[in-house]
């Protein structure tokens, strides 16, 4: 009978150090978590020297610009036009839409 109470003696005493342990590897899990989800936040927090918005600026001018410079090339090299700035003015739009709608 006394080794039967030592058994359950030395079961109930082994229980709570397995949970302790099990506690502090939890825990021990929960902070590696947190740390990581910190450099993770960390790492996704960029200062960008050149913002988004500026971006979409940039390439809407550069698109722009592209087009008028090739109006002017088309016109001038390709169209045979004497002054290429002339396809930039009202009146040659105007002329080329009178022409499409067959009003000249």
Known sequence: MDNQTNDQVQKTEVKPIEENDQKVTREEKKQERKEK???RKEHRAVHRIFPIWLRIIVV???IFIALI???LVGYS???GGEEPLEVLTFDFWQ???DIMTGVE
């Open 37 to 39: 989800r910190r450099e």
């Open 60 to 62: 809407i001018l550069l």
């Open 69 to 71: 410079i090739g109006l």
């Open 77 to 79: 090299v390709l169209g």
């Open 95 to 97: 002329h080329i839409i």
